[in-house]
């Protein structure tokens, strides 16, 4: 059985998402081939050949690919997955989930999102109702095209493996869509969805000035992250890259800080998986206490900068 799996990356560096759906994928069992679509992208055809488990590595490298334009690349990944492959997989990112629909039509099958956890080669658990339930499902597809929630995964070793890196010749440029420009955030704080620590803040901040006040210097003496619940965003807070929740980003930190989040459900769905849950909230009956570890009712403006000078 051999499953190809989409590899996540910046034409650098190769995401670390690619390496929870590399153990997603050793849980089915099978040969394992990467697919590296990109522009100058050898160095992560390289890092991707020395994840663990990892049998083979395909590297389509052309301009075509360059920033990961989805219907070029999901064209590419239909052509690659007729030639034997039984599983297409890639992590729940915004790139794969731009990507793998895509797929799925080409090659006219259905797909699974959000997969949790592995039985068998053709069954397996996603979350529905925002989280507050499991389902259990089965695939009879030629081809099972799915997204993995990385958060469900160890990640497998980056270092250990010795697969052979072969290029793909072949483009496929649809000619139906053209990157414009992007603009990066940069920021010297861990990546969200990566980070050990996140310290979140919602509508209980007050505003986007107030977050930064008492957030930023908590965040710094923990090294964490930085969150929000869309009830921040939509308020213009902070920008929407840092919502965690059902339609935001689904983060399982070893310790999530939520300050000032009520904690609806939609919030919940995207960080209930964290190891330990603090939560600082003027509200004693606010929803989010009742998935926290430990919980604080009190004045987040007060409460919060104490905490920080016990830091």
């Known amino acids: 059985m051999s499953i190809l799996v989409i590899a996540e990356h910046d034409n650098k560096t190769l995401n670390g998402a690619t390496l929870n759906v590399v153990a997603a ?7 394992i081939t ?22 083979k590595v395909l590297l389509a490298d052309n301009a075509a690919y360059a920033n990961q334009l989805a219907e070029n690349v999901a064209a590419l990944v239909a052509d690659v997955a007729k030639g034997g492959f039984k599983h297409v997989l890639a992590a729940s990112t915004t790139t794969a989930k731009n990507i793998l629909p895509r797929v799925a039509a080409l090659l006219d099958v259905s797909m699974i999102t959000d997969i949790i956890a592995v039985e068998s080669a053709n069954t397996f658990k996603r979350p529905i109702y925002a989280g507050n339930a499991i389902a259990t499902v089965q695939s009879d ?18 270092e250990g493996g010795a697969a052979a890196v072969e290029a793909v010749s072949e483009a496929k440029d649809a000619g139906i869509s053209k990157f414009v420009s992007e603009e990066i955030v940069k920021s ?11 310290v979140s803040g919602g509508r209980g901040v007050g505003s986007g000035e107030n977050y930064h006040k008492v957030l930023d210097p908590l965040a710094d003496k923990l090294g964490a992250a930085q969150g929000a619940s869309r009830a921040a965003v939509d ?9 965690v929740g059902q339609t935001g980003k689904i983060v399982a930190p070893d ?13 919940l769905a995207g960080m209930k998986d964290s190891k330990v849950i603090v939560a600082i909230n003027k509200d004693e009956e606010a929803p989010i206490n009742a998935v926290a570890d430990y919980w604080l009712v009190g ?3 007060t409460v919060v900068p104490e905490l920080v000078s016990k830091i």
Request: negative net charge.
């Open 141 to 158: 597809e030629a081809i099972i095209v799915g997204t993995v929630r990385g958060t469900a995964f160890d990640p497998v070793a980056a």
């Open 25 to 31: 994928a050793q849980k089915i069992g099978g040969d």
């Open 235 to 243: 308020a213009g807070f902070v920008p929407n890259d840092m919502q």
């Open 34 to 55: 990467v697919l590296v679509a990109g522009s100058g992208a050898q160095a992560v055809a390289d890092a991707a050949a020395k994840v663990a488990g990892v049998s």
């Open 255 to 267: 310790l999530y800080i939520a300050v000032g989040i009520s904690g609806a459900i939609q919030h």
């Open 299 to 301: 004045d987040l403006n």
């Open 188 to 198: 010297e704080r861990p990546e969200l969805t990566a980070a050990r620590i996140v």
